[in-house]
């Protein structure tokens, strides 16, 4: 009997403590906790992933319900601006990163590949984005648009791979430029994607991917150099998270947020090349030009030399960022605008007001760099750019030139006259070369500056001469 005694002993002490337990859960207010509540982002992750998984299981990305709503105007502005600012300063902070961790030597030349991978960043957009969202009638289905993004982005890696063999970059440098060129590939094809959610108007989520690639490439390139000191590894871990942001946002977010695709037609495609190569050649050439103090400096110039320019192009940058921001969302509206002959004279008032904004921006950015702008420079840096000062003062109106310059070529790209500025930017390319080259040899960094706004001038005068020469064609002046 005495196993029955120790058995109603244990049973009595265990009902004592449940007891006990529960009065003083009573006296202290308490009840049994219930399901501890998410938080927001977790919550939204969670979400995502559950629509991710599902979608991957049922077999279609595309066949997902659309949750997110269209013509959310200040989202749209602000998400889009997160996503621009976050990819206008891309690449000045991995820059500064790179100079605090390895030295200038070390992040000139990777900001060297930088220069290389942006301008392929061009080659794999092929100048498509403004064409597409301005499709408002879809000519072209979204299909169309994926299989041509798709081969420019093929043909981007192949002529990097190429320009490496013909630079003679040795094993580490080429490393640099692949790891580069990974992320813009990558950048590059999810441009296609995003420009479907603005041509849908849902353009804040297409800033939204914008700026999580941004961000995880990032955080993946600092962590890695901080660790590893290595800037080949860093460079390949940048591309490894612009592929995942890929894969687990910007690609299902496209398919699950628009409606399906009409039906591919490679006539279809052939139209977009032929159509967007105007665009392509344009962009192209701007940006080369716009690269050809890079491309002077490294060939005369030591890779320290390379980050000083770098570095006071970004204020400059900048300039170009901020007005993008304003005008690139209202594309759409713009291409809406022109299409009603009676709103013709509202567009040409639109044209103008921009042109003032883009001067305004400047003279602020410039007051700015005059007062914290340089010293904020020197701190980030760890470098002494007061020596620059009147040359940071010429970039800061290099600066406004080239966002006048974009402007008013996205604004030929929504008259279709794309065709009429090749011609412009050939001729742009061809004063560049000898004068840049000439400058920076009898006047070093100074002559890269000066050069990059000689150039810029003479190109924004041949497009303001093309742009009145359009519109009096299309009777308005």
């Not at 008259?415 to 090749?422: I, K, T």
């Amino acid at each position: 009997m005495a196993w029955m005694s120790r058995r109603r002993e244990r049973a009595r002490r265990a009902g004592l403590s449940s007891f006990v337990g529960s009065r003083a859960g009573r006296r202290e207010g308490r009840t049994s906790p219930g399901p501890r509540k998410e938080g927001f982002l977790r919550r939204v992750t969670n979400h995502w992933w559950d629509r991710l998984i599902s979608s991957v299981f049922s077999g279609s990305v595309s066949e997902q319900s659309g949750q997110y709503l269209a013509h959310q105007t200040t989202r749209d502005y602000a998400c889009n601006s997160i996503g621009q600012a976050a990819w206008g300063g891309f690449f000045p902070l991995l820059t500064i990163v790179a100079t605090q961790l390895v030295g200038t030597e070390n992040a000139g030349l990777f900001s060297m590949a930088m220069v290389v991978g942006t301008l392929l960043f061009f080659v794999g957009s092929y100048g498509v984005r403004t064409y597409q969202v301005s499709d408002i009638d879809e000519m072209g289905s979204f299909y169309d648009y994926q299989i041509s993004r798709i081969a420019t982005c093929v043909a981007m890696v192949l002529i990097g791979l190429l320009y490496c063999r013909v630079r003679g970059y040795d094993g580490d440098m080429t490393a640099i430029v692949c790891g580069v060129m990974g992320f813009r590939f990558f950048d590059a094809l999810g441009d296609v994607y995003e420009g479907r959610l603005q041509q849908k108007d849902k353009l804040y989520l297409a800033g939204i991917s914008q700026a999580v690639r941004c961000a995880l490439s990032f955080v993946a390139f600092a962590v890695l150099l901080l660790i590893t000191r290595n800037m080949v590894v860093s460079s390949i871990g940048m591309a490894v998270g612009a592929a995942a942001s890929f894969v687990l946002l910007t690609l299902p977010l496209a398919l699950m947020e628009t409606e399906r695709s009409l039906p591919l037609s490679w006539r279809g495609v052939r139209e977009i090349f032929v159509s967007c190569f105007p665009l392509f050649l344009a962009a192209f050439l701007y940006n080369l030009i716009d690269s050809m103090p890079k491309f002077a400096i490294d060939g005369a110039l030591s890779y320290d030399n390379q980050l000083y320019y770098n570095a006071m192009y970004f204020p400059a940058h900048a300039i170009l960022m901020i007005a993008a921001m304003i005008y690139k969302p209202q594309l759409l509206r713009l291409a809406s605008i022109w299409d009603d002959p009676e709103q013709h004279k509202r567009f040409d008032l639109i044209i103008l007001a921009m042109i003032g904004v883009i001067a305004v921006i400047a003279v602020i950015v410039g007051l700015f760099m005059g007062w914290l702008g340089i010293p904020v420079m020197s701190f980030l840096y760890g470098l002494d750019f007061e020596q620059f000062r009147p040359l940071v003062y010429v970039m800061v109106v290099n600066g406004g030139i080239c966002a006048a310059i974009d402007f008013l070529y996205q604004i030929i790209t929504v008259l279709r006259e794309q065709q009429a500025v090749s011609r412009l930017y050939l001729i742009a390319f061809a004063f560049s070369v000898p004068v840049l080259w000439l400058l920076v040899g009898f006047s070093g960094l100074s002559g890269a500056v000066v050069g990059a706004v000689v150039v810029m001038s003479i190109l924004l005068v041949l497009l303001l001469s093309e742009y009145f020469a359009i519109r009096k064609r299309l009777g308005r002046y």
